[in-house]
């Protein structure tokens, strides 16, 4: 008995299994959202893409800058009516119902998010669409309950809230943004992306049925001039914003001295320090969960591999055997791990980058699993042998593109995760919990995972350092950025 | 130790097993295991689609690697004439359905179990495995566990389960449980020898991982979970380790071992994220009898029933396969 002629070993394949595009309830046409109502934009339409078939998908009506005062001009009133009025037990009922209303439509919105963003239905299903309705949960506790933030006993709304959020997590985003802003008493007028407006047209429906009063929250739609427009607009309080690193500096020149109050949530290059010691399969786990969730779509994605060099080798090696089995294509298919990059914009840039690591020398490794012939898709990448030099290891790449590089000690570490403008996210890999606490004490980054990467809670607090923004999203520090007080903040 | 340790470890690891210092010093440097990172893996591999043809082809796959178990003490000949007979034609109504991989059951009823196999006389032959060393708590003299071995192989095992001294390992006594599993290899001669890890009992991921290396060290054929006397029995995540360790051998040694998970798998939606486990952390080249086996005594039944399914479109029902 040998296993040479007892054993054959099987080709065994998974079998398809596409979510049926039906359940997304696409529509021909879609409407901006202002004063409680859907109405035709005064801007020309634009057409969303399916990114993950290169297909157009819907068209979306989009707002000019009247269309926008008249959404400014809702919102102030519905402030200055009844919810600035309400109690806040009864805001907590609105967002409760939203709430609800997210986790009644969860499959549709995770298959129309698939859809419009080109992210795997696994991560839209399992992932988005539950934080969402976690973030409206959570935030529908605070409402009555803001006098016991730390902010004195009676803090006050600011009023109305211009928010303008990204492709990346385009429902997630927007309700990061209007939970907190609502729990606090304020009004918004948010701006989903040019290339994902969808998701957030759906919410909007989900929010009329909750019969919000019109103008608590208006959803405008158009591209970045629109956003541009919105966050100068002298009727608002406060502005947020999530996006890149170039935009958010305009915001922040535009704002500077109107005593308007300002959040950016920007760009990254996260860290993720492996050490000698660490759980190595784990680690590998987290490494591949860092820069692969979303196709690395993520300001928070872990695109910086700092592994201490006994283990490089061993470690990339298990690296690339794990990345290897990571299934690319069709988004809406449920064994999918890594779906279409969102669109032909952002292809290209990670295109141009990633040759730019070949020219400046880096090794190149590539997955072998096919791509879909249509659509946007880039195979999982990791670049061996960068040096803090290349552009691919200093500029966010926004893609699936790991860059690995090696250090000795601690200190080096250290040295290498924190030069970077940016500071948003980091990663520590080691079994010795002192190692871990003395790391996180001195990264120089907003988030910093031990022994784990992208674990979000509406609890916990995010925002970032330097060139990744100021102002944190979630948690009582989140809800601190949607409200005034004269009392002295206890936390802060 | 005996001669056989050191071959059996490889070159690679000639000297790690020279005495009992070295051994623990190896065990304790082996990479932790973070349980979150494991468990969320675990759970994110349990959600593949199986379906169709890629179900049937599972179904058949996972039939053909089912140790059909009996382990009662009120275990009668007629009962293990039975299970063989189940395990050479498990649906008769479907003869195209593979036999099982073997039939485990204990020592007393190997020879009753040969010669089963011999009277039924088909084409198609299944292995005997045999619980061996005292099971399932491994609580006798090291003279008994072998005589157990000897008998059970003499009287025509195939392979032989045995258990780990459980006491042993938690006491931190790495170098007994080894020269344990290193003597059992050696009395248990040409049949494979299945070392059975008791996971349960282990409590943590990370004594898992060393028991696993323990046990390849020693010369194990098979990592085994559990002995399906003790809950929890065998784990999507504690069999991912497993999986793993016998990667983690291979890359290093050159030698393939096998796996094998036991207790508590019961449907074949079970078997199938266990068959996903083994393609995507171990390998495809682990996917085959030889290598990956299921330790179980209901699941045959519902893999009949899901074959049929799959087969005719509609589902029958518990009546119409047997129950033995």
Redo the contacts between chains.
Sequence with gaps: ?S?ST????????????PESEAIGRVKDRYLPFIDGKFIEGGGDDLVTVNPGRDEPLSTVSTVDEADLDNAVRAARRAYDGPWSKLSGAERGKYLFRIARGVAERSRELAVLESLDNGKPI?ETR?FDIPTVAQHFFYHAGWADKLGHLGFGPDPRPLGVAGQVIPWNFPLLMAAWKIAPALAAGNTVVIKPAETTPLSALVLAEIIADADLPPGVVNVVTGAGDIGAALVRHPGLDKVAFTGSTAVGKQIQRTLAGTGRRLTLELGGKGANIVFA???????V??IV?GIFFNSGQVCCAGSRLLVQEPIAEELITRLIERTE?LRVGDPL???TDVGAINSRDQWNKITELTDAGIDEGAQVWRSSCPLPDKGFFVSPTIFTGATQTMRIAREEIFGPVLSVITFRTPDEALAKANNTPYGLSAGVWT?KGSRAMAMAARLQAGVIWD??WNKFDPAAPFGGYQESGFGREGGPAGLAGYLDTDDEAVIK | MPETAINAAGPAFGDVVADEGRLRHFLDGL????P???E??AA?LA?????????L??ID?ATSMVDLTTLEGADTPGKVRNLIRKGLLPDPERPDTPPVAAVCIYPDLVPVAAAALAEAGTTRRIKIASVATAFPSGRAALEVKIADVRSAVQAGA?EIDMVIDRGAFLAGQYGKVYDEIVEIKDAAGPARLKVILETGELATYDNVRKASWLALLAGGDFIKTSTGKVSPAATLPVTHVML?AVRDWKRLTGQ?RAVKPAGGIRTAKDAIRY??AV??VAG????????FRFGASSLLNDLIMQRRTQLEGHYWGGDYVTVD
């Design positions: 008995m296993p007892e054993s054959s070993s099987i080709d065994w394949e998974y079998a398809p299994a696994k399992d010691d660490a759980a190595i399969d784990q680690a786990e987290g969960n089995t298919d449920k064994n079994e022994n784990t | 990479p932790g295991v973070d979150v990172a494991l969320q893996r994110s959600t593949r689609s199986i379906k169709k043809q890629s179900k082809t599972a796959l195939d793993q393939q068959l996903v393609r995507e495809p080249e682990w996917l085959d009898a030889y290598w």
